[in-house]
């Protein structure tokens, strides 16, 4: 008897922490640990209600929760309704004589090509994905995504992004916007209140741009709730330390090259590395 009181004891233990993949619809799939969701990978190219159809797009997390619930992120906001989640988009995107806008989904946009993993375990969950840069009809770079997501712990849940990108039949030139730099990996937050953003120097009292972080977090009040996202930059990036954008209105982007250029040469991929810490408190 005392053995089977052991046994059943222990079962919620050992199914701590279980993740599971499904469809929510067509173009998405959720991802959630022990029923709660996690976020939802939109690979499907979606369009909000009385938004252009020359903003459809794809290839970018949203919803995103934090441990508590809370929905971190944003879709279509009215003030940049190109802002999209977690997403990888550059404004800059020079494909031999001709410059289109990933970042506002001008002549250029990322589509779905191929699962490569969609992998949940009790301690670990991978989505693996391959994409493709297609301007107009034609497919110009493979993208692969990794996310991997691991369960929640005090309040706490790290998503590990590795994005790799390698230009197909000729070299692509990236880079940040004119002046301000932004462009490369960005978090655009639900409405919310109370906003505060920290780097490693403190409280970000003002806007900036252009000035280099380690990392950065916005935490506020959603859903009367305090929660948020801290984004690090990993040290096998190129270039570091790489410059921010970081707004109160509520986004935060690692701007890589930034007002640099960056070529993509055929048969050498870029590989860039991520930790976003999802937490509540």
Known sequence: MKR??????LIPALQAGSFRFRAVS???LELSEDGRPVYVYNYGMLLKQ???EELRRSTYLHPVYAPDGAV???DFPKDHPHHRGICWTWPVVKVGEETHDLWAVLGIRQKFVRWLAREAEPGLARLGVENGWYAGERKVLRETV??????????????????????LERPIEISGR???GYGGLSFRFAPRTETTIRTETGVESKDTDLVAHPWAELEASLEGRRAGARIEVDASNPDLPN???????GYLGVNFPGLTSYTLAPGKPLVLKYRVTLFSR
């Open 4 to 9: 089977a009181i052991l046994c059943l004891c």
């Open 26 to 28: 067509p173009a998405s």
């Open 50 to 52: 009385g938004v252009g």
């Open 72 to 74: 971190l992120t944003d």
């Open 146 to 167: 990794e996310i991997v997501a691991r369960p929640v712990q005090a309040n706490r849940r790290a998503l590990d992004f590795r994005l790799t990108f390698q230009a």
């Open 178 to 180: 004119p002046v301000k």
């Open 243 to 249: 410059a921010w954008c970081l707004r109160h209105y």
